[in-house]
């Protein structure tokens, strides 16, 4: 073990000259939280950013709603791009980003990630002829092959213990987007069983955008996104981070699907389609199949979102649901005022039935038929932004979501946030701003302040404090969680000094579920980072969770990259040690391309991991990576069919990219 630690520190030590797989990662590690790790949409909000890494925008045509695909602006700095090039034309250098005055020297780093200056020509319409001699092809394949053997693999599982995906993806500027996409969990048949057409799940996808009037057309599986989220949301989660960065604002969007996720997309047709200056209407209409758990008497008991079909039994979950969806908006934009109406209405061919003998089900959604309607509204200038949106279901419940932000100088912005979730209002699609993780049951206020001294100095802080008047799972009463952040940082040339400190409160049934009791978490992290030529990242986490009993955890982690012509090296070393699966930590760490990176880890141990990703030529991308976790305090790893008959578990990752 002790040879291993050396080997992996002596080649880390070779790969000090570096620059980072993708510089923007930072930005996407500095704004998650614990909660969102866990986040179906923080795992889609990565995957758009790696999309548009890949397939950037050209600020000088840019639409407001290109821009507003960035989560880390606000509704003023979309506004102020939007009339810098009004006023003063296309731009020459993204140097002239400065004269932005709400832009910050963070951000205009970010958009460099992410947008390029197209030349005046670039902005002319296209025709579908010019899409298809100048498109862009590209092909990637992925594997993630494990060095150990699972309970499942000799017991349960019906497929192969690899995971694999294919994608497939022809592009045009951001006139035309094109794809296949086909991904397969460890475990689950190809090419027998349920998925006798190979992968166990497939996306396809079509979208055409800025054709005239025409504004947005998608074919095939697409997301929706509608004012702050109440009624519809399938695009980026509001995290309490990265709400402070955007200030709140909000989102009508049609995207396409172009990602792994098996959850949270709708299939069949929508569009876009500008009436007047200002003034569009969005329409779709949706038909999947989804996975359920029945009852015995045929109804569904509950909607299953994991997409995993390993075994007899979740195969038999697949596809139990049909789904019809159907919506729009009406939405006027103008003068620095939006207004849009907003409708989305799901027929099930089952009965959704949960049991509401359990307390904290007794208000789950329920039935055949669903209907939500809202209205989202607000104002922008370069001084204030107003967001809102209220909306109500069916039955006459409310849901409303509204907020104010400042921009006091170019160094600080404060922003105010309330919500109102009814313990009544439900929505199948909604996903918005909370503490509890749903537009349901939930009402509170957020306090946030992001403050730049100078230069050098960077200050982000919130308090949220939220209340829930209904039942919750392991909450029997009436409960409220306080939850609160302090992040500094101090950048000095390529370097970044950070501190983080949260301290959040929440209620909890005692052992006796007689009372609830309070459990304090104290989370803190203090990390050293260099990008340059080189790049390193030094890393401090801290936990200590305060109930009955008091639970401490930490973690000491280090990451190396390096560049050199047509190859990138990266690796990273971390040791942990926690008292209990209650006090764990989490470590992000760098990957192939799309592939999500956050892991949390508990007990003792240590991890360690090495990356190579080398250009062979300027069409082939080829990517391997070496991981591995070792266990100090245990001989089995995980439970029931996940069960590891050892202390050590490693994986090999693999992928290539061809672009023709």
């Given at each position: 073990?002790?040879?291993?630690?050396?080997c992996?520190?002596?080649?880390l030590?070779?790969?000090?000259?570096?620059?980072?797989e993708?510089?923007?990662?930072?930005?996407?590690?500095?704004?998650v939280?614990?909660?969102d790790v866990?986040?179906?949409?923080?795992?889609?909000?990565?995957?758009?950013?790696?999309?548009?890494?890949?397939?950037?925008?050209?600020?000088?045509?840019?639409?407001?709603?290109?821009?507003?695909?960035?989560?880390?602006l606000?509704?003023?700095?979309?506004?102020?791009?939007?009339?810098?090039?009004?006023?003063?034309?296309?731009?020459?250098?993204?140097?002239e980003?400065?004269?932005?005055?709400?832009l910050?020297?963070?951000?205009?780093?970010?958009?460099?990630?992410f947008v390029?200056?197209?030349s005046?020509?670039?902005?002319?319409?296209?025709?579908?002829?010019d899409a298809?001699r100048?498109?862009?092809?590209?092909?990637m394949?992925?594997?993630?092959?494990?060095?150990?053997?699972?309970?499942?693999?000799?017991?349960?599982?019906k497929?192969w213990?690899?995971?694999?995906?294919?994608?497939?993806?022809?592009?045009?500027?951001?006139?035309?987007?094109?794809?296949?996409?086909?991904?397969?969990?460890?475990?689950?048949?190809?090419?027998?069983?349920?998925?006798?057409?190979?992968?166990?799940?497939?996306?396809?996808?079509?979208?055409?955008?800025n054709?005239?009037?025409?504004?947005?057309?998608?074919?095939?599986?697409?997301?929706?996104?509608?004012?702050?989220?109440?009624?519809?949301?399938?695009?980026f989660?509001?995290?309490?981070?990265?709400?402070?960065?955007?200030?709140?604002?909000?989102?009508?969007?049609?995207?396409?699907?172009s990602?792994?996720?098996?959850?949270?997309?709708?299939?069949?047709?929508?569009?876009?389609?500008?009436?007047?200056?200002?003034l569009?209407?969005?329409?779709?209409?949706?038909?999947?199949?989804?996975?359920?758990?029945?009852?015995?008497?045929?109804?569904?008991?509950?909607?299953?979102?994991?997409g995993?079909?390993?075994?007899?039994t979740?195969?038999e979950?697949?596809?139990?649901?049909?789904?019809?969806?159907?919506?729009?908006?009406?939405r006027y934009?103008?003068?620095?005022?939006?207004?849009?109406?907003?409708?989305v209405?799901?027929?099930?061919?089952r009965?959704?039935?949960?049991?509401?003998?359990?307390?904290?089900?007794?208000?789950?959604?329920?039935?055949?038929d669903f209907?939500?309607?809202?209205?989202?509204?607000?104002?922008?200038?370069?001084?204030?932004?107003i967001?809102?949106?209220?909306a109500?279901?069916?039955?006459g419940?409310?849901?409303?979501?509204?907020s104010?932000?400042?921009?006091?100088?170019?160094q600080?912005?404060?922003?105010?946030l309330?919500?109102?979730?009814?313990?009544?209002?439900?929505?199948?699609?909604?996903?918005?701003?909370?503490?509890?993780?749903?537009?349901?049951?939930?009402?509170?206020?957020?306090?946030?302040?992001?403050?730049?001294?100078?230069?050098?100095?960077?200050?982000?802080?919130?308090?949220?404090?939220?209340?829930?008047?209904w039942a919750?799972?392991?909450?029997?009463?009436?409960?409220?969680?306080f939850?609160?952040?302090?992040?500094?940082?101090?950048?000095?040339?390529?370097?970044?000094?950070?501190?983080?400190?949260r301290?959040?409160?929440?209620?909890?049934?005692?052992?006796?579920?007689?009372?609830?009791?309070?459990?304090t978490?104290?989370?803190?992290?203090?990390?050293?980072s260099?990008?340059?030529?080189?790049?390193?990242?030094?890393?401090l986490?801290?936990?200590?969770?305060?109930?009955?009993?008091?639970?401490?955890?930490?973690?000491?982690?280090?990451?190396?990259?390096?560049?050199?012509?047509?190859?990138?090296l990266s690796?990273?070393?971390?040791?942990?040690?926690?008292?209990?699966?209650?006090?764990?930590?989490?470590?992000?760490e760098?990957?192939?391309?799309?592939?999500y990176?956050?892991?949390?880890?508990?007990g003792?141990?240590?991890?360690?991991?090495l990356?190579?990703?080398?250009?062979?030529?300027?069409?082939?991308?080829?990517?391997?990576?070496?991981?591995?976790?070792?266990?100090?305090?245990?001989?089995?790893?995980?439970?029931?069919?996940?069960?590891?008959?050892?202390?050590?578990?490693?994986?090999?990752?693999?992928?290539?990219?061809w672009k023709?």
């Amino acid at each position: 073990m002790k040879a291993q630690i050396v080997c992996v520190l002596l080649m880390l030590s070779l790969v000090a000259k570096a620059q980072s797989e993708r510089e923007w990662e930072t930005y996407f590690r500095e704004v998650v939280t614990v909660e969102d790790v866990g986040s179906a949409a923080w795992e889609e909000m990565y995957e758009q950013l790696c999309e548009l890494d890949q397939h950037p925008i050209d600020l000088n045509h840019a639409s407001r709603e290109q821009l507003e695909q960035l989560p880390f602006l606000s509704a003023q700095q979309v506004e102020e791009i939007m009339a810098y090039l009004y006023q003063y034309g296309p731009m020459k250098s993204l140097a002239e980003l400065q004269m932005i005055r709400s832009l910050d020297y963070q951000r205009r780093r970010l958009l460099g990630f992410f947008v390029f200056l197209g030349s005046q020509e670039s902005g002319v319409r296209r025709k579908v002829g010019d899409a298809l001699r100048s498109g862009r092809h590209e092909l990637m394949a992925t594997a993630k092959v494990p060095l150990y053997e699972r309970k499942g693999d000799r017991e349960a599982y019906k497929g192969w213990p690899y995971r694999h995906w294919l994608k497939y993806q022809f592009s045009y500027g951001d006139f035309v987007k094109a794809g296949l996409v086909g991904a397969q969990d460890a475990g689950e048949p190809f090419f027998a069983n349920k998925n006798r057409m190979g992968y166990d799940y497939y996306s396809y996808y079509l979208q055409l955008k800025n054709w005239g009037w025409l504004a947005s057309l998608v074919l095939g599986k697409y997301r929706v996104s509608m004012g702050m989220g109440l009624i519809a949301n399938n695009g980026f989660a509001m995290g309490k981070l990265s709400s402070l960065q955007n200030l709140g604002r909000t989102t009508s969007t049609l995207r396409a699907h172009s990602s792994r996720s098996a959850a949270d997309y709708l299939q069949g047709v929508g569009a876009t389609v500008m009436l007047a200056r200002g003034l569009s209407i969005t329409g779709f209409l949706s038909y999947r199949a989804q996975d359920a758990t029945l009852n015995k008497d045929g109804t569904a008991a509950t909607i299953v979102t994991s997409g995993y079909h390993r075994t007899e039994t979740e195969l038999e979950k697949k596809d139990n649901l049909k789904n019809t969806s159907y919506g729009g908006t009406l939405r006027y934009l103008g003068g620095g005022f939006h207004a849009g109406l907003n409708i989305v209405g799901t027929h099930l061919d089952r009965e959704l039935k949960p049991n509401t003998a359990v307390l904290y089900r007794q208000h789950a959604a329920q039935g055949t038929d669903f209907l939500n309607f809202s209205t989202d509204y607000g104002y922008v200038n370069p001084r204030f932004a107003i967001h809102g949106e209220t909306a109500m279901n069916r039955d006459g419940a409310l849901a409303t979501i509204n907020s104010l932000s400042l921009q006091c100088g170019g160094q600080v912005s404060l922003m105010a946030l309330y919500r109102f979730y009814s313990f009544r209002y439900t929505s199948l699609y909604g996903n918005s701003f909370s503490d509890g993780g749903s537009v349901q049951n939930e009402s509170g206020v957020y306090l946030g302040v992001n403050w730049q001294p100078s230069p050098r100095w960077k200050v982000m802080a919130y308090s949220d404090y939220a209340y829930f008047p209904w039942a919750k799972y392991q909450v029997s009463l009436s409960s409220h969680a306080f939850d609160n952040l302090l992040q500094v940082s101090y950048l000095r040339n390529n370097w970044t000094l950070e501190a983080r400190y949260r301290l959040k409160l929440r209620q909890k049934d005692n052992v006796d579920k007689t009372a609830l009791q309070t459990i304090t978490t104290h989370r803190g992290r203090l990390s050293l980072s260099y990008e340059g030529n080189w790049s390193s990242r030094t890393q401090l986490d801290y936990t200590q969770i305060a109930s009955s009993q008091q639970d401490r955890g930490w973690m000491a982690s280090q990451s190396l990259g390096y560049r050199y012509r047509w190859l990138r090296l990266s690796g990273g070393l971390g040791y942990y040690h926690t008292d209990s699966y209650d006090s764990r930590v989490y470590l992000y760490e760098s990957g192939p391309l799309y592939n999500y990176g956050f892991s949390q880890y508990s007990g003792e141990g240590i991890r360690y991991w090495l990356m190579a990703r080398g250009e062979i030529g300027k069409r082939l991308i080829v990517t391997a990576k070496f991981g591995t976790t070792d266990y100090f305090d245990r001989s089995v790893i995980g439970s029931s069919y996940q069960q590891i008959d050892g202390s050590s578990q490693s994986d090999v990752d693999l992928q290539v990219r061809w672009k023709f």
